[in-house]
């Protein structure tokens, strides 16, 4: 089975910059979820998906923030326009269903240097 | 609230000691699942474990080892003559049916096994 895919695995951009990251999750997978890794910390989640409507953007700042899975498989993130303090690794996530009782697999994340 | 909180930031260890990564959580769900997840310097989130909240039994799994205490709200791994494999830094998660499914992290140890 191949695993979530994220491209690209590294960025770097000048501040007040755009970026896009995408996410191509597990064949099946109808809940996507993108996380936020701040080096030092533990991953925090950004926006969760089922199929292609948002379950869960409490913590998006949507003033810079966007995302979109517009036919329920794959994703795209957003950040415009940057700014220094989003330097941090971005995981895409999915599992089966909103219980993720069949597990998350992780994609391999794309870290982001914002300069 | 949920909450994950992983006292120890770092922690290093001689080759084939034993260590024991601790992590103790807080939820008002009575339903939820305790997750290790491993993140070596690829950066990747590599899956370890998940327990669910009505499973205390204690699990095994090669020199891995996860004791999980409720009344302690307490989710501990445990490696058995460790590896300079085993160098990464481990993280601990909670997901509840309430909330969601999404993860909640600590905030990490990172585990450095000296050869």
């Known amino acids: 089975e191949a695993g979530v895919a994220q491209s690209p695995r590294y960025k770097i951009i000048e501040k007040r910059q755009s970026v896009a990251f995408w996410c191509n999750p597990i064949s099946g997978h109808a809940t996507l979820y993108w996380y936020q890794q701040i080096l030092g910390q533990g991953p925090k989640l950004l926006i969760q998906?089922?199929?292609?409507?948002?379950?869960?953007d409490s913590q998006l700042p949507k003033d810079r923030f966007s995302a979109e899975r517009l036919k329920g498989v794959d994703s795209t993130l957003k950040i415009q326009p940057a700014k220094l303090e989003d330097s941090a690794v971005y995981l895409c996530?999915?599992?089966?269903?909103?219980?993720?009782?069949?597990?998350?697999?992780f994609g391999s994340g794309t870290r982001l240097t914002v300069v | 609230a949920q909450k994950v909180t992983q006292a120890q930031t770092e922690i290093s260890v001689v080759e084939k000691e034993d260590v024991t990564l601790d992590c103790v959580y807080e939820?008002?769900?009575?339903?939820?699942?305790l997750f290790w997840y491993k993140q070596p310097p690829s950066g990747e989130l590599v899956f370890l474990i998940r327990r669910n909240s009505f499973d205390e039994q204690n699990e095994i799994s090669g020199r891995y080892s996860w004791n999980f205490q409720k009344s302690t709200s307490s989710f501990n791994f445990t490696i058995t003559a460790s590896q300079v494999v085993d160098s990464a830094v481990y993280f601990c998660a909670l997901s509840g049916t309430n909330t969601g499914n999404q993860f909640y992290f600590g905030t990490g140890t990172s585990l450095t096994v000296i050869p």
């Open positions: 996530a999915s599992s089966l269903g909103l219980q993720g009782l069949g597990g998350y697999t």
């Open positions: 998906f089922q199929n292609n409507g948002v379950v869960d």
């Open positions: 939820t008002r769900d009575t339903t939820y699942y």
